[in-house]
């Protein structure tokens, strides 16, 4: 296996940086800022990212088969026209639940946008870590990042058993993807918010966008909203 290595090529400082996807029609990598209201797009050619705004906590992305991208925006599902910087409603849930919103949303193989809500809260004490967002290679095998844990990890899903370890320079990593021309990259987000000003000083990329190269696997394409 080559050598791993990680660069972060985006310090954006996200609150809540989440739901990274290779667009490949434009060779870039999408991604969220959920706390921060934003939808990013970072081009490995300018190496600059572009943020649209929104009215709400933004917890997904997503490619849409007609074009362009579909988001979950508070309790909406919502179309987004990147060049025109325009969002529109298709549907609504939980209309009686003002206070709720989607926590996360992924594409099935059908082209089926699922996503869910935040139905309870945990506890999490400094030192431990849990599972976030996650992703899968074309072996098989899971990668997953691990939320206040610093790294990301690959496991064999059939047998639980943890295959490879990446640590990361921030602790909060939120979610990875496969990108890049062959999806060889691996692309993972993270966030800031919850961090002291002593933590941000040790981990000044907190909220950054990190890319992962010499993995020695591929990932796969991600599904378009079929709608």
Known sequence: MSSVKIEC???EG???GESPVWDEKESALVFVDITGRKVCRWSPVTKQVQAIAVDAPVSSVALRKSGDYVITLGTRFAALKWKEQL????TQADKDKPNNRFNDGKVDPAGRY?????????KLEKEESIPDGMCIDTEGKLWVA??????V??????TGKRLQTVKLPVDKTTSCCFGGKDYSEMYVTSASDGMDKDWLSRQPQAGGIFKITGLGVKGVAPYPFAG
């Open 9 to 11: 090529v985006a310090s």
């Open 14 to 16: 996200c609150r809540i």
């Open 87 to 90: 969002v529109t409603t298709i």
């Open 114 to 122: 699922f996503a869910g809500n935040r139905r309870s809260m945990y």
């Open 146 to 151: 691990c939320y206040n844990g610093g790294r």
């Open 153 to 158: 990890i690959r496991l064999d899903p059939e």
